[in-house]
């Protein structure tokens, strides 16, 4: 049985995968105090016989394995977290192979498995929510370098008729700042699922997210863009982003077929969940060589 915890900021969901990697046991909460979390985590877990456990954390997290805070959840916001050593805890409670890395990495590994991304070697994941994060797979492997990849705070060119000054407490009017759920919100007094279709924002998000995928189309060249979270459930701003995305490709390289290229996860919810089985298959693989 491989193990598998999407540690988010308002919820965890703990699950229980076959050799396959199929989801066998699901269960969430939601993330309070980390002993009162840790807690349902341990009585969900401790009822299998684990052979390897992955875990994508919200962040920012320490992924270096050479660091003295390897494991632990950086700066957040949620104070309670800060500085907390997550994968330690787990680790200390389970003395199996574990997997550790970001969210949206792991829903990156899930869709890149087992998902959209299935039978591809390079896979970018996006997901547009309350923020925008982007996890790469390139090779098949995550793409980390110094620390993990903040696709979501990008520059983006300003589109002409937007005025919204950007919510990004760091950069303002960066990616996530112009074009995360909240900013609908911002702009407009209304979420995005109370705003008609026709409403201009849909065109300024599509702006933006077509720029962001030209940006990493151009960096990383990935095989498909899988793009997910709550934004893209509207109903017209994946079409919006593939009409956008070729009038910045201007045709100066080829890339797939629109239609295959920028598609919806295929996993939906537990696309984080499925790569964090594919994250303890790849730690127990490793401990085994
Ligand atoms: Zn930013």
Redesign the pocket.
């Known amino acids: 049985m491989y193990g598998a915890i999407e540690a988010g900021g308002t919820k965890f969901v703990c699950a229980i995968g076959s050799d396959d990697l199929e989801v066998v046991e699901k269960v969430s909460f939601p993330t309070t105090t980390p002993d009162e979390t840790l807690m349902k985590t341990f009585d969900f877990f401790d009822r299998f016989d684990l052979k390897a456990i992955g875990v994508g954390s919200f962040g920012p997290i320490d992924l270096n394995p050479k660091s003295s805070t390897y494991g632990y959840i950086k700066n957040t916001p949620k104070l309670a977290w800060e500085n907390f050593n997550l994968l330690g805890e787990i680790r200390k409670r389970y003395n199996v192979p574990a997997g550790w890395t970001t969210d949206v990495n792991s829903a990156a590994l899930g869709e890149a498995n087992k998902g959209a991304g299935c039978g591809l070697n390079n896979v970018l994941y996006l997901t547009v929510g309350t923020g925008i994060g982007g996890g790469a797979i390139v090779k098949g492997e995550i793409l980390e370098g110094f620390s993990h990849p903040e696709m979501?705070?990008i520059q983006v060119r300003r589109h002409p008729l937007d005025h919204f000054a950007g919510l990004?407490p760091?950069?303002g009017d960066?990616?996530?700042?112009m074009a995360s759920g909240p900013t609908i919100e911002a702009r407009l007094r209304k979420k995005g699922d109370e705003i008609g279709q026709d409403n201009e924002v849909w065109d300024f998000l599509a702006d933006y997210l077509a720029q962001a995928v030209f940006n990493y189309s151009m960096t990383l060249r990935p095989e498909i863009v899988i793009l997910g979270g709550g934004v893209m459930k509207s109903p017209v701003l994946l079409s919006k982003i593939k009409k956008r995305l070729p009038e910045f490709i201007a045709s100066y390289v080829e890339i797939p077929q629109v239609d295959h290229y920028l598609v919806h996860p295929k996993l939906g919810d537990d696309a984080g969940i499925v790569g964090g089985f594919v994250l303890a298959e790849k730690v127990l693989e490793e401990k085994r060589r």
């Open positions: 979501g705070h990004c760091y950069h960066c990616l996530e700042g």
